[in-house]
Nanobody
Framework: QVQLVESGGGLVQAGYSLTLSCVASGRTLSNYCMGWFRQAPGKEREFVASIRWSAGIIYYADSVKGRFTISRDNAKNTVYLQMNSLKPEDTAVYYC???????????????WGQGTQVTVSS
């Protein structure tokens, strides 16, 4: 059984940083892509960043490029999202996801975490 467990969300002021973590269990990740998505109230879930586990190829949404960094720790089966220079518009529930086909789209991912709230105050 695949489990994805996110942590690290919270309330911060604009300009500050947060790091999210997502621990995966129940799968060997070498053939998978792990992604971060976010969903603000009243909006659709949107892509933030992803990483192909074996190759380490990384993708970012334009809205976070240069501010967010995705990384992985193979030994811990964990993916991180370092978020710097946070803005109020980054406020959302952040989800990690796992999929063999995944890169950009929600439909490409098969497994999802429960989400962690990130709130950025102005």
């Amino acid at each position: 059984q695949v489990q994805l467990v996110e942590s690290g969300g919270g309330l911060v002021q604009a300009g500050y940083s947060l790091t999210l973590s997502c621990v995966a269990s129940g799968r060997t990740l070498s053939n998978y892509c792990m992604g971060w998505f976010r969903q603000a109230p009243g909006k659709e879930r949107e892509f933030v960043a992803s990483i192909r586990w074996s190759a380490g190829i990384i993708y970012y949404a334009d809205s976070v490029k240069g501010r967010f960094t995705i990384s992985r720790d193979n030994a811990k089966n964990t993916v991180y999202l370092q978020m710097n220079s946070l803005k109020p518009e980054d406020t959302a529930v952040y989800y990690c996801a796992l999929g063999q086909r995944g890169i950009w789209y929600v439909s490409e991912y098969d497994y999802w975490g429960q989400g962690t709230q990130v709130t950025v105050s102005s």
